[in-house]
C-alpha cells in the first residue's frame, strides 16, 4: 500500500509539472488534421488540426468494495479541440456534425470506500469505438443509472481501439470523492473512414487519455457512482518508448484541458 501511494503522489507531481509546461507551450504535441467530409457518413464541416481533443465523460462505474474490482461504461463527448494550449475555432463541431467515444472497461483497485481513503488500481481491459454523427446529441442517465446518448441514430463508426495500460485513482474529499484515470490504448482507423483521419498518412496508431474529475460531477449510486461531464483530453501518437511516462504527462493536459472547457461554458 505504501508503493502504491507512492505512485499517487509521483503521479501528482508531474501532472503539476507538465500542466504548467502545456499552459507554456512549451511542450508539442503530436499534430493531426481530420476532414468530416470524407467519411462515409457524409458530414459538413470544415478541416480540423489539432493536437488535443477536449471531451465530457459520461460514465458508470460498478464497484465492488470488498474487492476492488469494477466496470465502467459510457461515453465520452467530444467538446473542442486545441492546438498549443488554445482553442481551435471549429464553429461546425457539435452542429454540423459531432464526435463521441462510447467505451466499456474492468479493473481492480484498493479496497474500501473511496469516499474514507485513496485508493489506486488498474484496468484489465479498455474497448471503445470512436463514432462520428449529423448534428448534434445529448447525454446522459437512464433510469438504471446507465449511460445513454440521444440524437445521434446516425452514428458512423470511425476507429476502434483497446487497452494498452491504464490506471485509476480516487482521493477522498468528502462530496465524496474524486475519480480519475490515464490509459493508453490502440486506435485504428476503420478502412472505410481512413479519409476522415486525413494527417498524418498513415494515422497514428495509439491514443493517450486522461481524465481529472471534480466531486460535483461524482454521485454514488447503489454499488458503484457515476460521472457527469467530467473533464477529459486525449491526444495521439506513434508507439513511444516509455508510455508510462507519457501517460502520466496526460493528467495535466486533462486538467488544463477542463478548466479551458469550463472557461469557454462548454
Known sequence: ???????VVRRGVLAAAMSAAFASSAFAL????LDPTASSGGFTGAQVTADNVIVSNYSTVRLDEASGSFSESGFLSVQNFQLGGSIVNSPDLNSSYGLYIQFTGTGSQTPGDPATGV???????LEYTLYGFTGSASFGFDAGNNPTVSGASDAVALATGSL????????????????GATAIVTFTPLPSESGFFASP????????????????????IDGGFTITQ????FNFAAPIPEPQTYALMLAGLAAMGFVVRRRSGT
Open 30 to 33: 503530436p499534430q493531426f488534421t
Open 164 to 179: 494498452i495500460e491504464g490506471n485509476v485513482f480516487t482521493t477522498p474529499t468528502g462530496e465524496p470523492f474524486t475519480p
Open 119 to 125: 485508493t489506486v488500481g488498474s484496468f484489465d481491459s
Open 201 to 220: 498518412v498513415p494515422f497514428f496508431s495509439q491514443a493517450f487519455a486522461s481524465f481529472v474529475n471534480t466531486s460535483s460531477q461524482v454521485a454514488t
Open 1 to 7: 500500500m505504501k508503493a502504491n501511494l507512492s505512485r
Open 230 to 233: 467530467g473533464g477529459g483530453a
